[in-house]
């Protein structure tokens, strides 16, 4: 099985390319902290420089779509990577690890937020956009959880909204930051920022299970070496440091 993924931290202008052997990753913001150590030790082992651009998966789509440069595209959830698929950008979709939603609160929690439920009340919620996985997830969670609190629960919550972010990570800030009571996030974002926030988990009728996806550009000037990063994340070493940062993988 193989693995790979792409996050933007900065903008990409059009017609960026790769150059040597190096390889160009494009990876979901919620990936940050594993794929920067994956990297760290690919480099190490391989000798291949590996550069990371990280972002929300809808950021980094449309990045490769006005042509930015890319040899291995990451997405947290299956409809970016199948739109790059359809219009022959990558060659493959391949599933390569799991996370879990759920609400993060600042650590002092002034709202006083004990369950989901709680969001219905006067509470200042951040979300992320509804193109951003993260932000279709959440969204997905709220409606899916009105078998559970009753119709109208998941407008009721999205009232509350006071700001939409572009990435994951923008929601998770707003949070650490205490501009925000309560935020929608992945659990390994959470991980990411202990000690700054606290994790309430959603029940199991929220009904969501966030899923990332892979696979290499077919523009690729560097295919062999990409693959070789792929092959990597999914030897037993990167599935380690994959489960270090609190991603399900396969065995």
Do not use: W
Request: glycine share 8%; aromatic share 8%.
């Amino acid at each position: 099985m193989r693995f790979l993924s792409v996050l933007l931290l900065a903008a990409l202008t059009a017609g960026c390319t790769s150059g040597g052997d190096g390889i160009t990753i494009f990876a979901a913001a919620s990936l940050t902290e594993a794929f920067q150590e994956l990297a760290q030790e690919f480099e190490a082992q391989y000798g291949i420089k590996v550069e990371l651009n990280f972002a929300g998966s809808n950021t980094l789509r449309v990045q490769i779509e006005q042509g930015a440069y890319a040899d291995v595209f990451a997405s947290a959830n299956e409809e970016h990577i199948q739109a790059l698929l359809r219009q022959g950008y990558v060659d493959e979709s391949i599933a390569f690890a799991k996370n879990r939603l759920v609400i993060v609160v600042p650590e002092s929690n002034p709202a006083g937020i004990e369950s989901v439920e709680d969001l219905r009340g006067d509470v200042k919620l951040v979300i992320a956009n509804e193109a951003v996985p993260a932000g279709r997830y959440a969204r997905e969670a709220l409606y899916n959880l009105e078998a559970l609190y009753g119709e109208g629960f998941a407008e009721e919550v999205l009232s509350r909204v006071v700001s939409l972010e572009d990435s994951v990570k923008g929601v998770l800030s707003k949070v650490a930051m205490g501009e925000a009571d309560a935020g929608f996030v992945y659990a390994t974002d959470a991980l990411a920022a202990r000690g700054k926030v606290e994790v309430i988990e959603l029940p199991s009728e929220a009904g969501v299970e966030p899923s990332y996806y892979v696979g290499v550009l077919s523009h690729s000037k560097n295919e062999e070496a990409a693959r070789e990063f792929i092959n990597f994340l999914f030897s037993p070493r990167g599935k380690e440091i994959l489960r270090k940062h609190g991603f399900e993988v396969g065995q």
